[in-house]
């Protein structure tokens, strides 16, 4: 049978399709082990990586990634739909809706209502679903994202819920829930909102595109345009800049909902570091590529063309596959 020895033994001379029929083999006597979980591991450092180091790493993986293009219209259907539930799931439940995953996942394939949920409940599932539809219709097309996109996405996640506020700037001032912060008086929006597409169009392409997903979106929540609805906004218009720069999206995780709302206090109290908020969607981007290189790697219909890919994880059992323990 063959075992991790053997793959690194054999990884010192079979071409990249033979250790990869040889990594298959292994998946299937070993079902417990996952492919992601394995490359995770070659990834997650065991020193910190400073920011620099760890957006080489993201561009490494994107380089992986577009080894696998095109993608296959199977490998692009199970993505949508694995990623439409879990980032649903988790942006609303960081806004306090309680349907968990699974429930999302009804909601969203059949239709199905869940006993003990609330209306609004399923209907924020369904509105967050059609922003995400929208924001990848923009992804594709070339045109700057200005003002009108972004009342868009809002008010397709807010029209079934709070239609007169629906992709409408906030006409009162509010403060952030729990906390004392005051984001900027309403009066002020239209000029705000101005000098952030500016923004967006002219300096945030000077920035790496991870880097510019996170400020865009700190600098979205900060202004805090609308009365209700922001951070799933942001969230949305984050992965929009993403998908646009070819990068997988950032689902940032409902566990990690303090960690986020704290990262980006941080940012406001301190003339804007966004070093912790960059650590969270550096990480989210991270599993993303993770899982989504996992699927490729292992689907029939890319088999050749993630030579580079299977080379890393060769590379990566060579020197660490007999010390390290697999799970
Ligand atoms: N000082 C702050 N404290 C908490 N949240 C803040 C702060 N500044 C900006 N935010 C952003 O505001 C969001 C909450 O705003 P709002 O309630 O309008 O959005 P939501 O989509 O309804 O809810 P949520 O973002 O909780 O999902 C947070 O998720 C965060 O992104």
């Known amino acids: 049978m063959e075992t991790v020895r053997s793959l690194t033994v054999k990884s010192q001379r079979a071409t990249a399709t033979e250790l990869f029929d040889t990594l298959l083999l292994l998946l299937k006597a070993h079902p417990h082990w996952r492919i992601d979980a394995l490359v995770s591991q070659l990834l997650v450092p065991a020193m910190p990586m400073d920011i620099a180091a760890q ?3 993201l561009d490494q993986l994107k380089g992986w990634l577009d080894s696998f293009r095109p993608l296959s219209p199977a490998v692009l259907a199970e993505l949508k739909q694995r990623y439409d539930v879990r980032f649903t799931y988790n942006s609303n439940a960081i806004e ?12 969203l394939a059949k239709g199905i209502a869940v006993g003990g949920k609330t209306l609004i409940e399923h209907l924020e599932v ?6 995400i539809d929208y924001v990848e219709t923009l992804a594709q097309a070339e ?10 996405i809002h008010a397709l996640i807010m029209r079934q819920i709070a239609p007169t506020e629906a992709g409408q700037y906030r006409q009162l001032d509010v403060k952030a829930a729990g906390t004392e912060h005051v984001y900027p008086p309403h ?15 002219t300096e945030s392409s000077r920035l790496h595109p991870v880097e510019a997903a996170t400020e865009a979106h700190y600098r979205f929540v900060s202004i805090h345009p609308f009365r209700d609805g922001n951070g799933r906004t942001g969230r949305l ?3 929009l800049l993403l998908m646009r720069a070819g990068f997988p999206i ?6 990690q909902r303090q960690r986020y709302l704290e990262a980006i206090i941080q940012g406001q109290r301190s003339q804007d570091d966004l070093a912790p908020l960059m650590a969270i ?8 590529f993770v899982e989504t290189l996992a699927l490729l790697a292992t689907a029939t219909d890319s088999r050749g063309q993630g030579k580079p890919f299977y080379e890393e994880i060769m590379e990566f059992l060579k020197t660490h596959g007999e010390t390290r323990k697999l799970s």
Request: proline content about 5%.
């Open 143 to 152: 045109s700057p994202i200005g003002e009108w996109e972004i009342r868009q």
């Open 55 to 57: 957006l080489a790493q």
């Open 126 to 131: 369904v509105g967050h679903k059609e922003a």
């Open 96 to 107: 306090g809706n309680t349907l968990t995953q699974n429930e999302t996942e009804l909601v």
């Open 187 to 201: 009066y002020l929006l239209p000029e705000l909102m101005t000098e952030f597409v500016q923004w967006l169009i």
């Open 281 to 288: 969607v550096m990480e989210s981007v991270r599993e993303s």
């Open 237 to 239: 218009l984050m992965n």
């Open 250 to 255: 950032a689902i940032i995780p409902t566990q």
